[in-house]
């Protein structure tokens, strides 16, 4: 019996428009397991902005965009020419599925960016130049419109004119294995917070191994809301710079 | 068994195409790498020992004098086209299937020179001719195409120029082949495991399999791979002409004389065709390269694929192609700019999709990944887009470098981006963690000691004094806290030009923050930073 060919451009269509009813873990994008008490809806929400900061500001954002790989989807690195492909592999990061884009250039950048959201699950950039609210509400309907994720690794945080849907900053890092003139680097822990616009009015904060002694990314003390009574006791002498405070982390490092 | 025989086809065949493209002194020993493995390699490598899928490093151990050349299908592509145009006065039906590969049915042109064996060493007489004689070419005719490309394998193995498989008896000339050969013309490695491992050595074995058995078990892919094994074509019966209103076709204006722009153009026409024939449940296997200069020049070329061509496929054979005219020779290359292009698919089967591979591990590559690198390559020049691939090397920058996206199949399996790739020990290889922020160029810093004296490394690899002190460019300096090293990187020993003698450190300051530097020659720089 002949069979009529399906008529592909509306089964397109079709897939389209049912998009937004798709279940709800869908519109979250994975991280690693380390991450999940930290960021109130368990991972990266498609069509968000996320900016990492601080100390461990690349590793973190390798850190988030690994698992994403690993599940099949693409990531692609719009400039940031230095960052380091081997520490992205040893984060969870599939390489196989990672798109490399030289730097376009201020004239091009809104545009690759934009082209990129498209095609792949996360965009990680490090925009060097301030970015109009125009671009900026651009790029974010674009990545609500194809459920992606734009995310910043470090750099200056100013560049955006509206503040990033989530900010996951790093305190200063504390590194074992290493002596004076004997040993290597082995382990880092550091101290994460993430606070936003949405959904994280207050801050939450963990001390995380990043990566720890066997390379993988654990909590090493648990997760808490930034500013209520801890009894973290190794952390203590940490908090006593201040409270911070959703939009401006009140430690951040230069780097 | 059936009546059905393959269309008696000649094949010629270049080995080892990808080195001849590259244009080598014929008698130097030379290798193609992709992936970091060896893709083809001269005579003069072979006879050091080098083979085909060996490791670049394994490769230059064999034969040290090798010289290493990047493989590049449009360059393989493009150095194929005047040797395809030499045939153009034996048939106007010459198909390309592969850089180095092209066939053609012998059925008119036979009967005209007087016979297969007469056909094949005219054919053999007239590639060497086109490629200046330095080159052997070997020609195979047989039933079916997958017969005459063993034949004119064999006839490389024999060291002969021609064998000719006589009419009928192809099965029995397939048969002792390994099994393995089915991978020259079918890409279903999987089934072809599968039948290795169940004892199945010889194409004699598999041709002995009942098809409605090999249909159940292994699908569509097992079918066609039974085929070729039993001396048949891939699908006699599948295949049909089209109607000409397929085809699709762009005016240029302003016409294309540029590859770069060709390439764009190639991509935009192939992806319409696809999706002309996707919306019909179809899928392309031989297509039809058609362009019109401004002079009213017509060039046309015909490449065919054994599988179906996905829009991918499709529009790299078309940008070759165009690169093949605009930068041939004088004598094919077009006098003017190419104002139109046509693109005629000669030869349709019903599109049975792509499927997940059965043993995993495949995946599938978004049309919006393609469309997006396409539309950026466009933008942003070929080099801009690429993607990581794994090395052996000690420090973090060489370990992973950046290959062109248009060097690499998308579609495909590629364990060359797996750090797990690499099994090889590197002595002095800077230890995991890595740096996750690594400089393109390593930038100088200041390091001192605690009372601020330059520190320095002597060549026995001795610190003047613990370094207490590290200021990076336009810094103020700051206490470290922690130290590591010197670890000594002595490289390319043998070379006097690119020896280079440095010593690594480890170094965290009182922020917390771990550098990865490097002194040579007196000198302190920051290769990269632990962030």
């Known amino acids: 019996m002949a069979v009529p060919a399906p008529d592909l451009v509306a089964l397109r269509e079709l897939g389209d428009r049912v998009r937004p009813l798709s279940a709800a873990a869908e519109r979250v994008l994975p991280v690693p397991a380390a991450f999940a008490d930290l960021i109130p809806q368990g991972g990266l929400v498609r069509g968000s902005t996320v900016i990492t900061g601080g100390s461990a500001a690349s590793s973190l954002a390798l850190a988030l965009a690994g698992p994403v790989t690993a599940a099949g989807q693409w990531c692609a690195v719009v400039g940031v020419a230095h960052l380091g ?74 560049a955006w004119a509206a503040q990033p849907d989530l900010t996951v900053d790093s305190g200063p890092s504390r590194w074992e294995g290493v002596g004076i003139g004997h040993g290597r680097l082995r382990a880092r822990r550091v101290r994460v917070q993430v606070s936003g616009r949405r959904g994280a009015v207050r801050p939450r904060e963990a001390e995380l191994w990043l990566p720890g002694p066997e390379g993988q990314i654990a909590v090493a003390a648990p997760t808490r809301t930034a500013g209520s009574v801890g009894s973290v006791g190794s952390v203590d002498d940490r908090r006593s710079r201040g409270p911070a405070t959703a939009d401006a982390p009140a430690w951040r490092d230069a780097g | 068994m059936t009546a059905e025989v393959g269309t ?19 008698a130097a020993p030379v290798i193609v790498v992709r992936a970091n493995r060896v893709v083809a390699a001269s005579m003069a ?40 145009s030499s045939l153009d006065a034996v048939t106007p039906g010459v198909e390309v299937s592969r850089p180095g590969t092209l066939a053609f049915a012998t059925r008119g042109p036979s009967r005209y020179f007087g016979g297969d064996e007469s056909l094949a060493e005219r054919v053999a007489w007239m590639v060497s001719g086109a490629l200046g004689g330095r080159w052997p070419v070997r020609v195979g005719v047989a039933d079916g195409a997958f017969g005459a490309l063993l034949a004119a394998q064999a006839a490389h193995r024999r060291g002969v120029a021609t064998v000719v498989v006589p009419p009928g008896e192809a099965a029995g000339f397939l048969g002792p082949h390994p099994v393995a050969s089915l991978l020259e013309a079918v890409e279903v490695p999987d089934v072809i495991d599968v039948w290795q491992r169940l004892g199945l ?82 899928a392309c296997t031989q297509v039809l390269v058609e362009a019109r200069t401004e002079h009213g020049e017509v060039l046309a070329r015909r490449w065919r694929h054994e599988g179906a061509l996905t829009a991918g496929a499709l529009a790299d054979r078309v940008r070759w192609q165009l690169d093949g005219w605009l930068t041939g020779s004088g004598a094919t290359r077009p006098t003017a700019g190419v104002d139109r292009l046509t693109l005629v698919p000669v030869e349709v089967v019903a599109a049975r999709g792509r499927q997940l591979g059965f043993w995993g591990g495949e995946t599938l590559v978004d049309e919006r990944i393609w469309r997006a690198v396409a539309r950026l390559q466009g933008q942003l020049g070929a080099e801009a887009v690429t993607v990581p691939e794994v090395r052996g090397g000690r420090g973090p920058g ?125 000198a302190w720089w920051r290769e990269a930073t632990y962030d």
Do not use: Y
């Open chain 1, 85 to 158: 492909l081997l520490a992205a592999a040893e984060l969870g990061v599939a390489l196989e599925r990672t798109l490399l884009i030289a730097d376009p250039g201020p004239q091009e950048w809104a545009g690759t960016v934009a082209a990129l959201l498209d095609a792949v699950e996360v965009v990680v950039v490090q925009p060097t130049a301030p970015i109009t609210p125009t671009t900026q509400r651009r790029l974010i309907a674009r990545a609500r419109d194809r459920g992606s994720v734009l995310l910043q690794a470090g750099g200056r945080s100013d």
């Open chain 2, 8 to 26: 008696r086809t000649l094949v010629v065949w270049c080995p080892d195409w990808p080195v001849l493209a590259s244009d080598p002194e014929p």
């Open chain 2, 45 to 84: 490598a072979r006879a050091a020992g080098v083979e085909v899928g060996l490791r670049r490093r394994a490769a230059q151990r064999r034969c040290p004098s090798v010289e290493v050349v990047a493989h590049d299908p449009g360059r393989d592509a493009r150095a194929f086209e005047p040797v395809a």
């Open chain 2, 201 to 282: 050595r010889t194409l004699r074995h598999v041709a002995e399999l009942p098809r409605g058995d090999v249909s159940a078990r292994f699908g569509h892919p097992g079918v066609a791979a039974h085929r070729l094994a039993s001396g048949l074509d891939l699908r006699p019966l599948a295949a049909r002409h089209p109607a000409p209103d397929l085809a699709v076709t762009r005016d240029l204006d302003p016409p294309v004389d540029r590859v770069d722009r060709a390439a764009f153009v190639a991509k935009t026409l192939a992806d319409q065709l696809h999706a002309r024939l996707a919306a019909d449940g179809l």
């Open chain 2, 398 to 522: 060489e370990r992973v470098v950046r290959v062109p996206v248009a060097t690499v199949d998308l579609t495909e399996d590629r364990p060359a981006a797996r750090p797990a790739s690499i099994t090889e020990p590197w002595p002095g290889q800077v230890p995991a963690p890595a740096p996750a922020t690594v400089l393109a160029e390593p930038e100088p810093v200041v390091v001192a000691d605690a009372r601020g004296r330059p520190v320095t490394v002597s060549g026995r690899i001795e610190v003047s004094a613990p370094p207490a002190t590290l200021a990076l460019p336009g810094r103020r300096p700051v206490r470290l806290t922690a130290w590591a090293g010197p670890w000594p990187v002595d490289e390319r020993w043998w070379d006097p030009e690119r020896h280079r003698r440095r010593a690594r450190f480890q170094v965290v300051d009182q922020e917390g923050a771990a550098h990865l530097l490097a002194v040579e020659a007196g």
